[in-house]
């Protein structure tokens, strides 16, 4: 684990609680959508072979929501590209250092849309110059950096009373999992609704599928069926509302296609436009009300040791352009040792999350341990969060091989390491209220670790 990790993380573990104070909610956007002269290459498919955008179909954007209550604040930042490298985030605070901003204050939530910015592209320690994993663009890194910062200074300038409520509701038929024999599916649409005195002020929204119903051959930027939903919350809520649209453990889960879409745009289109129609309809069941539940945490997880599965060569490898000869220095300068998972309580929602593309089983057992030791009405995992590590799935998955173990880089026991260090990070949060036998289990750890 970096130091700066320890050393911030632990700046925010203790409480600062005053529950006195109520809470001030602040959001804002910015357009992200590379210039084409930038040449930025889309992420997602190997095929594409680092070729530049062609155009654009619809804007991507970064939008931030910043909550203050007393002497604590924390951001939470969306954005319509592929993932963050694990070097992003930290550039990131260096860049908002004058602000005092720590690690443990700031969540970054992709949506992981595949016609939109490349995670290699942003990666700095991506030096490997091979088409198909993606070409670092130094200047395409630090206008994100930039352009991200700017959306967490440009919320926490607009800071104001709010009102938050959450729901929760569960939507069959929309999205499936694609490893084979594995009927797993994580269909809760979860919708928080944050108000000021003025009006509607942002929406947060978790639904859980992969992006992806443009394949290699769409080379305009987008922000995929998310991108639409965005757009179609925010014109029906009206009023200058901001929806924040985060994944969840979609590691195989891909969205199914609205009955009657024509081609790929069109489904997209579509699926984002007909859930957004569902996030507004949930939206408007909502009462949101004070809360002082307000609390979040970092916690470090070190990984399993580093290595490539079995089918890596026939699968992943050879989307990616890898072999022998060169995969265990890739894996080596890219792959972090070490992780972490940040979560956040927000009135009756508690974001767990997660560093990498989760499996949906082990996503219902993070959702549910979470529940029974927090109490938390609407548990969801934030996928991909702060930085992507690799697919996440339980031993029994990666041992069935196939794309998603192939692009898992750290053997079968990754899955139960994370699980347990997003479950202990969520017990461990400040103001967490549980149950008595995990207070008393939690007192002996502390007497032990005297």
Known sequence: MNPIWLMLGLAVISPHRNDALELACGAARIDITPPLELKASLGGYGE????PASGVHDRVWAKALVIRQGTKRFALVTADVLGIPPQFKGALL?????????????????????????????NP????????????SKALYLRTIDFFARAIRDAGRTLRPCTIGTAS??????????????????PDLTVTRIDSPAGPLAVLVNWTAHPTFMDAEAMMFSGDWPGHMQRTVEALIGGGSTALYYNGAQGDQSPIARPGSGGDWEKAERYGRELGIQVWKVWHTITPK?????????????????????????????????????VRKIIDQMQPVATHSICLRLG???????????????????????SASTGARHVVIGGLADEWISYILSPEEYRKGGYEASVSFYGESL?????????????????VRLPMEHTRARSRRQRKSR
């Open 48 to 51: 594409r072979m680092n070729r």
């Open 94 to 122: 260096e860049t908002l250092s004058k602000d005092g901003w720590r690690a443990g204050e700031v969540m970054l939530l992709p949506s992981h849309s595949h016609t939109s910015i490349d995670m290699s592209a942003i």
């Open 125 to 136: 320690k991506n030096t490997f110059g091979i088409p198909q994993i993606g070409v670092f």
């Open 169 to 186: 509701i569960r939507l069959d038929g929309w999205s499936h999992n694609r490893r084979k024999g594995n009927t797993a599916v994580q």
């Open 290 to 326: 004070r809360t002082t539940e307000f609390a979040y945490h970092v916690e470090p997880i070190s990984l399993p040791a580093r290595r490539w599965h079995p089918d890596f060569m026939k699968t992943g490898g050879a989307e990616y352009g890898l072999n022998e000869n060169n």
């Open 348 to 370: 009756d929602l508690f974001i767990a999350g997660v560093p990498g593309e989760m499996a949906a089983t082990l996503g219902d057992q993070v959702k549910a341990r979470i």
């Open 415 to 431: 899955g139960p390491v994370v699980v347990e260090g997003v479950v202990r990070g969520a017990i461990a949060s400040p103001g």
